[in-house]
């Protein structure tokens, strides 16, 4: 099973980007990227080394939602900080302490922060305890750190961690 | 009537991407107008993704849904490129308005 098929979520994944691709669905197209989804994950093997496992489906789904109204308050939020007066801004850095390990997860708060409401991932510590984060607008640094803790962190700890 | 609603959301795209460039040019340092690309683009390219699936699936033979992938591969390479413009701006030391943390934090060994 795990020889032949090693990452059964990768192949899933790569047969649906296929018939996004094409953009049409057929019987013929659906073979074709069904036979795609099992070879690249073969012959890229060695580029995937762990295998992703989630755990609490739904929860990722609600986490996806979650974000993208996310997004879409982000944008109207630094849509409304450009056109008002920047001067008056008050960017900050602030260290985010992470509960998160792998480096999959890492990746996904680092490029969920990044979309989310005015801010920027910027560095991960060496020792991989703690994400620098800048903020566009904040005066309140502890509950930007707690709301993405909350927010974000606590729900990609339980997908891919727990 | 879906003329309209694709009108709307063109609008609203060229709406967002004018104030994410915009940004560039009213904010006042590096890390500050990172945000405007970043953010107030995501928006104005998924609308206009959008419209271009709503006119596309309405005109020709099927449903057009490739822009899907499209918004995808932007929100998964969009935070990545801010990510290490952030990044490098640490490590040469960029001008900042809000106080840059100290060295050990931010990584630089020279």
Redesign the interface.
Same mark, same amino acid.
Request: with cysteine; proline share 6%; hydrophobic share 50%.
């Given at each position: 099973m795990s020889r032949l098929l090693p990452h059964p979520l990768l192949s899933l994944a790569l047969t649906g980007?296929w018939l996004? #691709?094409v953009?049409?669905?057929s019987l013929g197209q659906l073979v074709l990227g069904l036979i795609l989804g099992w070879l690249i994950p073969l012959f890229t093997r060695s580029f995937w080394p762990e295998q992703v496992r989630i755990r609490h489906p739904l929860t990722l789904l609600r986490f996806i939602a979650v974000v993208l109204w996310d997004?879409?308050i982000?944008?109207l939020t630094?849509?409304r900080?450009?056109?008002g007066r920047?001067?008056k #801004?008050?960017?900050?850095?602030i260290?985010v302490p992470l509960a998160l390990e792998t480096d999959l997860a890492i990746g996904l708060l &680092?490029?969920?922060?990044?979309?989310t409401p005015?801010t920027?991932?910027?560095?991960l510590?060496?020792d991989r305890k703690?994400l620098?984060v800048? &903020?566009?607008n904040t005066d309140d640094p502890e509950g930007l750190v707690a709301t993405i803790k909350r927010r974000y962190e606590a729900p990609l700890k339980e997908v891919f961690e727990s | 009537m879906l003329d309209i609603i694709i009108s709307i959301l063109i609008l609203i795209g060229a709406g967002?991407t004018f104030? /994410?460039s #915009?940004?560039l040019a009213?904010? =006042?340092?590096f890390?500050?107008r990172? !945000?405007?690309p970043?953010?107030?683009t995501? #928006? /104005?390219v998924g609308s206009l993704l959008i419209a271009s699936a709503l006119y596309f699936s309405h005109t020709g033979p /099927?449903i057009?849904? !490739?822009e $899907?992938?499209i918004t995808l591969f932007l929100?998964?390479t969009?935070?990545?490129s801010?990510?290490l413009l952030? =990044?490098a701006?640490?490590h040469l030391r960029l001008h900042?308005?809000?106080? $840059?943390?100290e060295e050990d =934090? $931010?990584?630089n060994r020279d």
């Open positions: 980007f996004l #691709l953009n049409q669905f997004i879409l982000a944008n630094v849509a900080l450009i056109l920047p001067a #801004l008050s960017p900050a850095f260290e &680092a490029n969920t922060i990044c979309l005015g920027v991932s910027a560095q510590t060496s703690t620098l800048h &903020a566009l | 967002f104030v /994410g #915009l940004g009213r904010l =006042k340092d890390y500050t990172l !945000h405007g970043t953010k107030a995501t #928006l /104005g /099927g057009s849904l !490739h $899907v992938l929100f998964i969009a935070p990545v801010a990510h952030a =990044k701006a640490l900042s308005q809000a106080p $840059v943390p =934090k $931010v990584g």
